[in-house]
Each structure stands twice: as structure tokens, then as C-alpha cells.
């Protein structure tokens, strides 16, 4: 089937490989952010260290409250809905690093340019706080996350996977449908098994 055939198709993930990597990203960015912050600080340029504070622990807190119970949530729902999956397309490894590629320039350019334009309109150094606390919470969630995803794996001795919508540079942070399939033959052996699907 040619490529273009298979463009429109949801995609399967490994699930502990993409929350982990979704949580190196983002504890990279948050900390990219407070790099940015103190150098701010560092140069004398206009940051506030003791509101910018107040703002960072506000955020980290916040992310990791909302995060956790977030992460309980989708967990235990993709628990309860795992099941073989359908028309849909395996991803490679090639397709993999590029998607994470794209999202990852997305994210820190973004994040870039609303730091810079924070810098001109305000002097408090709020915005790269407030990017960092979340960054870092969201990160340190998502990374425990990926270890429960490993745990269940294990117990079930299956892959287990998450869907990417068509077009989709990261995983859905809400509640979504798991995927399982049986491992290998091969201890380690990530190739899923022939199933009613298509693949890459």
C-alpha cells in the first residue's frame, strides 16, 4: 500500500516510549525556561525574583496536582479498554523520531518566542516561572507515568500501545482507549505480531 494510502490512517505507539519521551520533553523545556530565567536574573534584566518564585512554585504545584490525578485517570481508563487493535498503521522508528523532531522544534520555538516577547512587555520574568514550573511538573509526572506503563507490560506480558490521531505530533493528554498486543518470541522483541491492521 503506498505511503499516501496510509497518511490518513491512526497510528500505534508504544506507550511507556511515548509518555516517557512527552516527559523528557517537557522537563527539557521547563528547564530550558528557568536557564533562561536566571540568566535574566544573572545580567540584571527585568525579572522579579521574588514573585517569579511565588509563580514557579504556584505552576510546579498546580502541575503536578492536576497531573497526577490526570495521569491516575487515563491509566486506569486505558486499564479497563485494552483490547487487539484495528486499521491502523504501526509506526516506525524512522516516522517516530521525525514526528518527535517536529513537535519537539514546535514546542521550543513557541515557548522562544513567548519568552522574548515577555521579555519587552513586562519585568517580572513571570512567563519563563511560569513555563518552568509547569514543565518540570508535567515532565516528572509523565516520567512516572511511563514507569506504570512499563509495570503493566510486564504483568501482562503484551506491548502495550496508545493511538495517534492522523497528523497528531504527541499523545492525547486526556483519557483515550489502550492497545495490546503479545510480545515476541524473542525476549525485547518489539515487532508486533500479525494481526487483522496494516502496517508501515
Known amino acids: 500500500m ?8 491512526p497510528r500505534i505507539v508504544r506507550a511507556d516510549d511515548e509518555i516517557r519521551w512527552r516527559g523528557q520533553v517537557l522537563t527539557s523545556l521547563g528547564l530550558a ?11 540584571e534584566g527585568p525579572v522579579d525574583p521574588l514573585f517569579a518564585g511565588i509563580v514557579f512554585a504556584a505552576a510546579l504545584l498546580f502541575a503536578l496536582v492536576l497531573g497526577g ?7 486506569a481508563h486505558a486499564m479497563l479498554t485494552l483490547r487487539p487493535p484495528r486499521s491502523v498503521v504501526h ?5 517516530a523520531r ?3 523532531v517536529r513537535a519537539a522544534t514546535v514546542m521550543f520555538l513557541g515557548v ?3 519568552l522574548l516577547l515577555d521579555t519587552f512587555v513586562s519585568d517580572v520574568g513571570a512567563t519563563a516561572a511560569l513555563v518552568a514550573g509547569a514543565g518540570i511538573g508535567g515532565g516528572i509526572i509523565d ?3 511511563a514507569r506504570r506503563w512499563v509495570q503493566a507490560e510486564d504483568e501482562h506480558e503484551s506491548r502495550i500501545f496508545l493511538m495517534l490521531r492522523p497528523n497528531a505530533l504527541i499523545a492525547r ?10 510480545r515476541g518470541r524473542r525476549d525485547g522483541d518489539d515487532e508486533p505480531p500479525e494481526f487483522p491492521g496494516t502496517y508501515l
Open 2 to 9: 503506498a505511503d499516501a494510502a496510509l497518511a490518513g490512517l
Open 33 to 43: 525556561s528557568l536557564s533562561y530565567w536566571i540568566i535574566l536574573w544573572l545580567v
Open 69 to 75: 490525578v490526570t495521569s491516575r485517570r487515563r491509566f
Open 91 to 95: 509506526e516506525t522508528v524512522a516516522d
Open 98 to 100: 521525525e514526528r518527535r
Open 112 to 114: 522562544g518566542i513567548l
Open 143 to 145: 516520567r512516572l507515568e
Open 173 to 182: 493528554m486526556g483519557i483515550q482507549d489502550a492497545y495490546e498486543l503479545p
